[in-house]
């Protein structure tokens, strides 16, 4: 591709894209994120191509692969343009079907349509499923329309209009000024003012100034910048454009964890194709505006999505923070002035500038704009990447959304915020989720990691889990995160396994207290969220634990017993599944026998029991 040298060579090339598509066209649009090649997308994939090949359609039907569009539970997901219809749960043994009935035929598969659980309704097309109705995707819609590996999809989109709007007919200042009109606060956690951030570096003294993308994303289930980053890497890199036009900067990286290879490889991709467009490098557009961004593939260590422990490392150093008396965005990387957001952030940047401030703003609640993306996870059944407008209530998320908890089990508590955010008791699920609302429970937004937890799961053993996590993340600094972690998850392995004492909760809250006021870094000062969340909401549970050394939910090893119910029928399926062998047959079609001294509490027999014969005290 020749480099764009002008706004109106970037428009004709655009206007020449939509104009050589024909829109009438069959598309295949098939998901080709990390959720979807896991469960064998890139097979599929293989025989799309081998089918319409083989059948001589190559030149009616295109086949576009691309990112996640967010409806994780059901992939691989396969959409057909121009109808939008969608087919779920595909596999290779299903394509000769789709292409003879449905390319060649126009005839609908019913059995690979979504079928409601609730009303037993299907959906042909993809906005009939209502995983998608109570959405509003603004940044997640593109993900299932463009292939991130040909700039032209992006472009024919509208992509990198805002840059040529930005550096073109706003000054640096009017850039900024729309981005603080627009109230847009980050996404990667804190949820601080974008435009303050932006204003404190552009001010700062020393040159250069730096823009960097964190796409670390260390939390346990959240997958939003990932999934953004894989699926259109394009929108990041024009907000970061924009960003370091409004800065001042002219030199950006983007932070990507080694862990993400699709991510890291569709990133240096965009970059190339961008550079040869002329749409990064040197004077974009000869408008002597220059920029040039870089990757750098991060080691996997949560701590560092933290700014100075990520920009620790950027520079090559151990991942660890430090002390924020001096904010990154007057001394970051390499000491010079930084602005850091994550991908998110990045990708809402264009929108504001196209659309505009005044747009954005009727979008969310007073104090928290726009929409926020949500990695829906744990026991619910629509797993998947949920983009709502802030607001919506935890409710609709959860139940309407989400399509509330499987098996007919009961909502227990929601965990906001990934691993250092707070534990939501089901009697709050009419809150609405914003940066603040989510703060005053307890809470917290984070980059939007979001899990539900049923009946089954034990607040004890869920904050002794998050604290494990975090203990084994810490980077060991400071004192009061290295110790105090290290002791409460003492604490609590001792109270889920029958040694907890009746002054642990005072333990616990006195230590949480230390953490959150004493830590170096976000890492330590937030970690005692879980464990206080669920002793605010969840006190019963830990009693029970201590006093009458019984887990409630079933969980604890040590806590617990199996026993047979009188209605086992002793088909000897548990026989089979037990490692230990303490399960036997005592007489034909009468309940099987458990020898509790032989018995390890592993569950297998509770797991495989089709009738609910084994039951758990």
Same mark, same amino acid.
């Given at each position: 591709?020749?480099?764009?040298?002008?706004?109106?060579?970037?428009?004709?090339?655009?206007?020449?894209?939509?104009?050589?598509?024909?829109?009438?066209?069959?598309?295949?649009?098939?998901?080709?994120?990390?959720?979807?090649?896991?469960?064998?997308?890139?097979?599929?994939?293989?025989?799309?191509?081998?089918?319409?090949?083989?059948?001589?359609?190559?030149?009616?039907?295109?086949?576009?692969?691309?990112?996640?569009?967010?409806?994780?539970?059901?992939?691989?997901?396969?959409?057909?343009?121009?109808?939008?219809?969608?087919?779920?749960?595909?596999?290779?043994?299903?394509?000769?079907?789709?292409?003879?009935?449905?390319?060649?035929?126009?005839?609908?598969?019913?059995r690979l349509l979504y079928v409601d659980p609730n009303t037993g309704q299907q959906a042909v097309h993809e906005s009939e499923v209502p995983f998608y109705k109570k959405q509003l995707r603004? +940044? #997640?819609? *593109? $993900?299932?329309?463009?292939?991130?590996?040909?700039?032209?999809?992006? %472009?024919?989109? !509208? =992509?990198?209009?805002?840059?040529?709007?930005?550096?073109?007919?706003?000054?640096?200042?009017?850039?900024?000024?729309?981005?603080?009109?627009?109230?847009?606060?980050?996404?990667?956690?804190?949820?601080?003012?974008?435009?303050?951030?932006?204003?404190?570096?552009?001010?700062?003294?020393?040159?250069?100034?730096?823009?960097?993308?964190?796409?670390?994303?260390?939390?346990?289930?959240?997958?939003?910048?990932?999934?953004?980053?894989?699926?259109?890497?394009?929108?990041?890199?024009?907000?970061?454009?924009?960003?370091?036009?409004?800065?001042?900067?002219?030199?950006?990286?983007?932070?990507?964890?080694?862990?993400?290879?699709?991510?890291?490889?569709?990133?240096?991709?965009?970059?190339?194709?961008?550079?040869?467009?002329? +749409? #990064?490098? *040197? $004077?974009?557009?000869?408008?002597?505006?220059?920029?040039?961004?870089? %990757?750098?593939? !991060? =080691?996997?260590?949560?701590?560092?999505?933290?700014?100075?422990?990520?920009?620790?490392?950027?520079?090559?150093?151990?991942?660890?923070?430090?002390?924020?008396?001096?904010?990154?965005?007057?001394?970051?990387?390499?000491?010079?002035?930084?602005?850091?957001?994550?991908?998110?952030?990045?990708?809402?940047?264009?929108?504001?500038?196209?659309?505009?401030?005044?747009?954005?703003?009727?979008?969310?609640?007073?104090?928290?704009?726009?929409?926020?993306?949500?990695?829906?996870?744990?026991?619910?059944?629509?797993?998947?990447?949920?983009?709502?407008?802030?607001?919506?209530?935890?409710?609709?998320?959860?139940?309407?959304?989400?399509?509330?908890?499987?098996?007919?089990?009961?909502?227990?508590?929601?965990?906001?915020?990934?691993?250092?955010?707070?534990?939501?008791?089901?009697?709050?699920?009419?809150?609405?989720?914003?940066?603040?609302?989510?703060?005053?429970?307890?809470?917290?937004?984070?980059?939007?990691?979001?899990?539900?937890?049923?009946?089954?799961?034990?607040?004890?053993?869920?904050?002794?889990?998050?604290?494990?996590?975090?203990?084994?993340?810490?980077?060991?600094?400071?004192?009061?995160?290295?110790?105090?972690?290290?002791?409460?998850?003492?604490?609590?392995?001792?109270?889920?396994?029958?040694?907890?004492?009746?002054?642990?909760?005072?333990?616990?809250?006195?230590?949480?207290?230390?953490?959150?006021?004493?830590?170096?870094?976000?890492?330590?000062?937030?970690?005692?969220?879980?464990?206080?969340?669920?002793?605010?909401?969840?006190?019963?549970?830990?009693?029970?634990?201590?006093?009458?050394?019984?887990?409630?939910?079933?969980?604890?090893?040590?806590?617990?017993?199996?026993?047979?119910?009188?209605?086992?029928?002793?088909?000897?399926?548990?026989?089979?599944?037990?490692?230990?062998?303490?399960?036997?047959?005592?007489?034909?079609?009468?309940?099987?026998?458990?020898?509790?001294?032989?018995?390890?509490?592993c569950g297998a027999c509770y797991d495989v029991c089709r009738l609910d014969s084994v039951i758990v005290k």
């Open positions: 591709m020749n480099r764009l040298s002008s706004p109106q060579e970037l428009e004709a090339l655009r206007e020449s894209i939509v104009r050589n598509r024909d829109t009438s066209r069959r598309c295949l649009t098939i998901c080709g994120g990390t959720g979807c090649l896991a469960l064998g997308a890139e097979d599929l994939i293989a025989a799309f191509r081998s089918e319409v090949e083989s059948r001589g359609l190559n030149s009616g039907v295109d086949i576009r692969v691309t990112g996640c569009p967010g409806f994780c539970e059901r992939g691989p997901l396969v959409v057909i343009e121009p109808e939008n219809i969608l087919y779920q749960r595909v596999r290779p043994k299903d394509v000769a079907e789709i292409v003879s009935e449905t390319i060649v035929s126009g005839k609908i598969i019913d603004l +940044l #997640l819609a *593109d $993900n299932s329309r463009i292939d991130p590996n040909n700039v032209n999809d992006y %472009i024919a989109l !509208g =992509g990198y209009s805002a840059l040529v709007k930005a550096i073109f007919k706003m000054s640096p200042v009017e850039v900024l000024e729309e981005v603080r009109k627009a109230n847009l606060r980050g996404r990667g956690g804190g949820g601080f003012a974008t435009a303050r951030k932006w204003q404190t570096t552009r001010d700062a003294e020393g040159e250069p100034k730096y823009v960097i993308c964190n796409c670390d994303e260390g939390d346990p289930g959240a997958f939003m910048d990932r999934s953004l980053m894989e699926g259109n890497p394009h929108s990041a890199i024009e907000g970061m454009l924009i960003g370091a036009y409004a800065i001042g900067s002219n030199e950006g990286f983007i932070y990507v964890r080694n862990e993400y290879p699709l991510a890291v490889l569709h990133a240096g991709t965009a970059i190339r194709q961008a550079e040869e467009c002329g +749409l #990064l490098g *040197d $004077n974009i557009f000869g408008s002597g505006f220059s920029c040039r961004i870089s %990757i750098n593939r !991060g =080691g996997g260590a949560f701590v560092c999505g933290e700014s100075t422990a990520l920009m620790a490392s950027l520079e090559g150093k151990v991942g660890e923070p430090r002390a924020k008396y001096i904010h990154t965005s007057e001394k970051g990387l390499w000491e010079k002035p930084t602005n850091l957001n994550n991908v998110e952030t990045w990708a809402n940047v264009p929108l504001i500038i196209n659309k505009g401030a005044d747009w954005y703003r009727q979008i969310g609640t007073e104090n928290s704009k726009g929409t926020k993306i949500f990695s829906l996870v744990g026991k619910v059944n629509n797993t998947g990447l949920v983009e709502v407008p802030m607001g919506m209530t935890l409710r609709e998320i959860v139940m309407d959304i989400g399509g509330g908890v499987p098996k007919g089990k009961k909502l227990k508590a929601i965990q906001t915020g990934g691993p250092s955010g707070g534990c939501i008791p089901e009697s709050m699920l009419g809150i609405p989720v914003d940066f603040d609302e989510l703060d005053k429970v307890g809470s917290m937004m984070g980059s939007g990691g979001m899990i539900v937890m049923d009946e089954t799961n034990c607040m004890v053993d869920i904050a002794r889990y998050f604290i494990s996590f975090l203990e084994g993340e810490s980077c060991g600094k400071c004192v009061p995160c290295r110790e105090g972690l290290k002791r409460m998850r003492e604490i609590l392995t001792g109270i889920t396994e029958g040694r907890g004492e009746e002054e642990d909760i005072e333990r616990l809250e006195h230590l949480s207290e230390t953490l959150t006021d004493s830590a170096l870094c976000g890492l330590g000062q937030t970690a005692p969220n879980p464990v206080l969340t669920s002793i605010r909401y969840f006190r019963d549970e830990y009693q029970a634990h201590i006093r009458d050394k019984r887990c409630p939910a079933g969980v604890c090893k040590a806590l617990i017993t199996y026993s047979i119910s009188d209605k086992c029928p002793g088909c000897g399926l548990c026989i089979k599944t037990c490692p230990q062998g303490a399960i036997t047959l005592v007489e034909k079609k009468k309940p099987v026998l458990l020898d509790q001294e032989k018995c390890i509490k």
